[in-house]
C-alpha cells in the first residue's frame, strides 16, 4: 500500500524555521516528482515546491524563493521542505504530493486540485506574529 506520512508542522514565530518531512512507504520516491502544496485558510491548494526524479532538480514558486529548500535522501525514502524565515502568509496545511512523468515545472504554482497520483493528508503549520 502506498502512504506519504507528513510530520514536522507546529506554531513558529514570524521569522523562525520548521523543517517538513514526507515519509514514503509502497513507493520509491527517488522515481517519481515530488511537490509540496499547501492550503491557507481561504486559499485555493497551490504548489509551492518540487524536487524532479533522480536527477533532483528543484523548483519554488517566487513566494517562498530563497527561504524554502526541499530535499531528498534516498536512503530514508523522504523528502524534506525546510522552511526558514517563515512569515504569518506562510501558515496552511501543507501536503506532500508524488506523480509520475510530470515535469516540475507543472507542478510548481499549480492551483487548486492537482492531478498527483500519491497524496499526505497534510501537516499544520502556523506562523505567528
Known amino acids: 500500500e502506498v502512504q506519504l506520512v507528513e510530520s514536522g508542522g507546529g506554531l513558529v514565530q514570524a521569522g523562525g524555521s520548521l523543517r517538513l518531512s514526507c515519509a514514503a512507504s509502497?513507493?520509491?520516491?527517488?522515481?517519481?516528482?515530488i511537490g509540496w502544496f499547501r492550503q491557507a485558510p481561504g486559499k485555493e491548494r497551490e504548489g509551492v515546491s518540487c524536487?524532479?526524479?533522480?536527477?533532483?532538480?528543484?523548483s519554488y514558486v517566487d513566494s517562498v524563493k530563497g527561504r524554502f529548500t526541499i530535499s531528498r535522501d534516498n536512503a530514508k525514502n523522504t523528502v524534506y521542505l525546510l522552511m526558514n524565515s517563515l512569515e504569518p502568509e506562510d501558515t496552511a496545511v501543507y501536503y506532500c504530493?508524488?506523480?509520475?512523468?510530470?515535469?516540475?515545472?507543472?507542478?510548481?504554482?499549480?492551483?487548486?486540485?492537482?492531478?498527483?497520483?500519491?497524496w499526505g493528508k497534510g501537516t499544520l503549520v502556523t506562523v505567528s506574529s
Open positions: 504530493a508524488a506523480v509520475g512523468f510530470w515535469s516540475c515545472a507543472v507542478v510548481v504554482g499549480a492551483k487548486g486540485d492537482s492531478n498527483m497520483d500519491y
Open positions: 509502497g513507493l520509491i520516491l527517488d522515481d517519481y516528482t
Open positions: 524536487i524532479s526524479s533522480s536527477v533532483g532538480t528543484t
